[in-house]
C-alpha cells in the first residue's frame, strides 16, 4: 500500500461539508463546534428541494475558512506525507501479518484528502479517503490506519462474499460489523506503537457499551479473533452479528 496526501481545495470541503450538516446531530455537531460559522446553517435544510441556495451559501463561508487557513493545510500536506512515509514498511509488514497476505501489492493508490470537515468519510470505489487538518502528525496516522483497515477488510469480504460496494456502507450490518471490528484489527502490538487512538479505542464509542446477552459486544469479537484465522474471523462475526442484529441496532446511537 502506498497513501499519497493531498489538499483538494475549498469546494471539495465544501460539498463534503453541506451534506454533513445536514445529517442527524452524531454526524452534524462537530461540524458547528470545529467551525461555528456554519452555526446559522443548522437546521435549514429542507428535506423537500434540494437546497442548493443553501449549498451555496455554505460553500462561500468555507471558501473564507479555506483562505485563512490554507497555508496550515499545505504546511500539513508535508508534515503527513512525511510521516506516512517514515511508517509504510512497519504498516504494510503488520497488516500483512493481520489478513495473512501481502498488502503491499495492493492499494498503491490511496488518497487522503486534508479537509476543513472534521467527519472523514472514505469513498471505497475511489480509493479515498479524508482527514482533518486539524489532526496532528500522529492522529493523521491513526486516521489512516482505521479507514485502510476498512479497505482491506472490505478486500478480504470481497473475494469471499462478493456484493456491491453499496453493501459495504451504512446503514447495512456489513458495515456495522466492519465498524466494530477495527477494534481487533488494529489491536496489533507494532501498529499500537504508532496509534495515538489504540488507548481511547479505534472505534465508534457505542461498540464498547454495547451489552449481548450479558455480556460485552467485543468479549465475543475478541474470543472469536483471538481463536481463529482472519477468515474464519470474518465468517463467524458475520453469523454472530445476524443472530445479534436487533439487539446491536437497538444500541447504536
Not at 488494529?186 to 454495547?210: C, T, V, W
Amino acid at each position: 500500500m502506498k497513501l499519497l496526501y493531498k489538499d483538494p481545495g475549498y469546494k471539495y470541503s465544501a460539498e463534503s461539508i453541506a451534506e454533513f450538516i445536514k445529517q442527524r446531530e452524531f454526524w452534524s455537531e462537530p461540524i458547528f463546534y470545529f467551525l461555528p460559522e456554519l452555526i446559522k446553517f443548522k437546521g435549514v435544510f429542507d428535506k423537500g428541494n434540494d437546497n442548493k441556495y443553501i449549498v451555496k451559501e455554505i460553500s462561500g463561508t468555507v471558501a473564507k475558512l479555506y483562505e485563512s487557513r490554507e497555508k496550515e493545510i499545505q504546511n500539513k500536506v508535508i508534515s503527513y506525507q512525511e510521516h506516512w512515509n517514515c511508517h509504510e514498511k512497519l504498516i504494510n509488514e503488520s497488516f500483512s501479518s493481520i489478513f495473512e497476505f501481502d498488502t503491499g501489492e495492493i492499494f498503491n493508490d490511496l488518497v487522503c484528502n486534508i479537509t476543513l470537515n472534521p467527519i472523514s468519510p472514505r469513498y471505497l470505489k475511489k480509493n479515498i479517503f479524508d482527514v482533518f487538518y486539524m489532526n496532528s502528525d500522529e492522529g493523521s496516522i491513526g486516521s489512516a490506519l482505521h479507514e485502510i483497515a476498512h479497505y482491506l477488510w472490505f478486500h478480504l469480504w470481497n473475494q469471499r462474499y462478493k456484493g456491491s460496494y453499496e453493501q459495504y456502507e451504512a446503514p447495512s450490518l456489513i458495515w456495522i460489523l466492519s465498524e466494530a471490528v477495527v477494534e481487533q484489527i488494529l489491536s496489533d502490538k507494532e501498529l499500537n506503537r504508532i496509534n495515538p487512538y489504540h488507548q481511547s479505542g479505534n472505534a465508534y464509542p457505542y461498540f464498547y457499551n454495547m451489552i449481548i446477552a450479558g455480556r460485552s459486544l467485543y468479549d465475543y469479537l475478541d474470543e472469536i479473533y483471538i481463536n481463529n484465522s482472519i477468515d474464519k474471523f470474518m465468517d463467524k462475526s458475520y453469523k454472530f452479528m445476524i443472530e445479534n442484529e436487533e439487539e446491536i441496532r437497538s444500541q447504536m446511537l
